[in-house]
């Protein structure tokens, strides 16, 4: 509310109380033996909300908040009447008609479990449902893993990657000694904020060279190096966002023995597992050579994208410990976490994701799924750059086609984005960043032209 809009609460107030309060009875109305008219003794009175209350708020002070960097360009995206839009911000998998996907696979087994009339919605345990837990374990570190035939991983479902990002984070805090996170530069725009919130104390360490749009390996290796002992250290298993760059399997080599030399902690987020390359395994080699080493380490996956399972809301969080005792203390204390969170996960979406990776049948046809999504998006970074190499847009854009995952880091500035999403109507989040995801083979042509006009006449 405004200044004037606040006055005006005011003086309305005012004057209601003026006509609602029962003025003194004048002398010539009253007898000299009526009582005068006296404050309400009953303490009810004294709190009874007025009409007046009615029209301020005790929440008048609170100030509008911005809009979430990323969720926001989807805000505004929807208000736009223009036939031509296109969202380019969503970090959501579309077809090449622009929709929405959710998997078959994923609809057979909503109905395989709608089909079971055994099911029952009961709560949960704290730490969600078992089979999940087992199978997104074996996901991400491999079946063969020593780490779990040792019992030595203790994992719990939450929601999504946030929440098993948020819940790793505050057990961290909790009771691991060193309270600093290192974070990459850039990283996803909530990393910091759900960190901080967690209670520890966020530094970055620098990932990204603009000059080549690729990896700023030396620095990544001077800043992990300079970092104190024990300190912990985020990583994002495969397709970084938003950079879209990853380190080369010699590079993550290299990475691993200076984190472990240093006895600093990897915490990897794993939230495009299989959406990268297509292939599950190839996505989680930096998570397992790791694992491999006997180390300890935290690992956040989300089933949002690789299960297109979005708003099911369906993660996991596991902690690679030690021994096997250490693990089952870490999950009693992961449990202390979340009791007061929010009590015990849900169940549909990971009872979606433990049908379909229980049975070998279903998981071949999610794997084939997956695959065909993460070709759709290769197949759109080929496309993009034949486009901008057609119109002979000025500069190298090879890094479209060497980046992976979701997103193109573009290289684009917060200028030129802002001329493409008011000329062209490109929606996208202000640091250049574009969802493959989002582009088809028809939006390309239109993309290809937003970028030719904002090289060529915005700076
Ligand atoms: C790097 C990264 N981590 C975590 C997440 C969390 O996603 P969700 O909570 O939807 O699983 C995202 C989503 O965009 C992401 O890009």
């Known amino acids: ?236 298993a495969c397709a970084h966002n938003p950079t879209g760059v990853d380190p080369t399997p010699e590079q993550w080599e290299q990475i691993r023995q200076l984190i472990r030399s240093k006895g600093l902690l990897p915490f990897f987020d794993s939230a495009y597992q299989g959406f990268a390359s297509g292939s599950l395994d190839a996505d989680a080699q930096s998570v397992r050579i790791f694992v491999a080493d006997g180390g300890e380490l935290l690992t956040a996956q989300s089933y949002a994208k690789n299960m297109g399972l979005y708003g099911e809301r369906v993660g996991a969080l596991s902690i690679v410990c030690r021994s096997a005792d250490v693990a089952v203390r870490v999950e009693s204390q992961l449990k202390l976490v979340i009791r007061p969170m929010y009590s015990n996960p849900p169940i549909h979406g990971a009872s979606i994701v433990a049908t379909i990776l229980k049975d070998r049948e279903t998981y071949n046809e999610w794997t084939i799924e997956l695959k065909a999504m993460a070709d759709r998006i290769i197949s759109m970074r080929h496309q993009l750059f034949d486009a901008l190499k057609a119109r002979g847009t000025p500069g190298d854009w090879s890094h479209i086609i060497k980046q992976i995952g979701m997103f193109t880091f573009t290289g684009l500035n917060s200028q030129q984005v802002a001329f493409m999403t008011k000329d062209f109507h490109i929606y996208m989040t202000s640091d250049g960043r574009i969802s493959m995801a989002g582009l088809s083979s028809k939006t390309v042509p239109h993309l290809a032209d937003a970028i030719h006009a904002a090289v060529t006449t915005v700076n």
């Open 1 to 236: 509310m405004d200044a004037a809009n606040v006055r005006g609460v005011r003086r309305l107030s005012t004057l209601v109380r003026h006509l609602i309060v029962p003025s003194p009875p004048s002398s010539s109305s009253s007898s000299s033996t009526e009582a005068p008219p006296m404050a309400s003794q009953n303490p009810n009175d004294l709190v009874a909300p007025s009409p007046a209350a009615a029209f301020s708020s005790v929440f008048a002070h609170v100030a509008q908040g911005p809009e979430d960097p990323i969720l926001g360009v989807t805000v505004a995206y929807n208000k736009d009447p223009s036939p031509v839009k296109v969202n380019l911000g969503v970090g959501a998998y579309r077809t090449e008609e622009g929709k929405p996907l959710v998997l078959n696979v994923v609809r057979k087994a909503e109905q395989m479990l709608v089909n079971d009339p055994s099911r029952v919605k009961e709560y949960l345990p704290i730490t969600g449902l078992a089979d999940f837990n087992k199978l997104s374990a074996k996901l991400i570190f491999g079946a063969d893993s020593p780490a779990i035939q040792e019992n030595r991983v203790a994992t719990v479902q939450c929601l999504s990657g946030t929440g098993s990002l948020r819940v790793g984070g505050e057990f961290l805090a909790r009771h691991y000694h060193e309270r600093t996170i290192y974070i990459p530069l850039p990283t996803w725009g909530n990393h910091p904020k759900v960190f901080t919130l967690a209670g520890l104390s966020v530094k970055t360490y620098r990932y990204y060279d603009p000059a080549t749009r690729g990896l700023n390996f030396q620095g990544l290796i001077e800043d992990l190096g300079a970092a104190p002992s024990g300190a912990i250290v985020l990583l994002h």
